[in-house]
């Protein structure tokens, strides 16, 4: 089973996401584990001090070392931990293929950045993977976690109804989703397709499949391009 255990110093904030729907079905039925640590419960001096001014002077302040090491190393507490993701726009960007790889993991740890980063050292030293989200800068690591969390868990056998719903994902193929409709087959005019009312079941995954490739040159020519690339060395 796959244990998921985030250090942040905003616990709050990663309440929410993990209390709905697939998430918290998964957790009750036991498919994974999620642990928020609270990264103030790590130090040691009276004002539980989390961060420190950079050396070198410049603006904002970096996160210590000490809590960090202390958090991880009471976490992992000599087991083995698969990665140890750091959330941060300097990162890896995040993909379905990282989430389908993580989602294989037995125990990851995330650690949400926060301030102007964390001392180097601890990159270099204790963080097997550093992830971003995306090409934007969110005021805090908690949220990108949360994305990483769901990504991933959705993934775990069992997590969704239907076994194969995850495999029909936009980008489980490399390419976007087909469009989906459901009743009434004719709103006010705006009709569903004809070919997804006909019964004809191949001739619909033809459809579906046709509408992913036009959907996916028009909205994502740089996934498209991948795709043809993966196929020319093939
Ligand atoms: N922290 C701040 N911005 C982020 C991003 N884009 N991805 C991951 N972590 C972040």
Known sequence: MLKID???VFPEILESPFSHSIIHRALEKKLTEI???????????????VDDYPYGGGAGMVMKIEPVYKALKSISNGVNVNEVIYTTPDGEPFTQPIANYLSTCQHIIILCGH????????????ITREI?????????????AAVITDA????????LGDETSALTDTFQDG??????????????????????????????????MEQSMEKTKKLRPDLWKKMEDHEDRE
């Open 132 to 144: 971003s989200i995306g090409d934007y800068v969110l005021s805090g690591g908690e949220l990108a």
């Open 35 to 49: 642990r928020i640590y609270n990264l103030r419960d790590f130090t040691s001096d009276r004002y539980k001090s």
């Open 115 to 126: 301030y102007k980063g964390i001392d180097q050292r601890i990159r270099d030293h204790a």
């Open 175 to 208: 390419l976007l989703a087909p469009p989906v409709y459901t009743r009434p087959a004719n709103f006010n005019g705006w009709k569903v397709p004809d070919i997804l009312l006909s019964g004809d079941q191949s001739g619909i995954d033809q459809w579906r």
């Open 6 to 8: 985030i250090i942040t």
């Open 152 to 159: 991933v868990v959705r993934l775990i056998p069992g997590v």
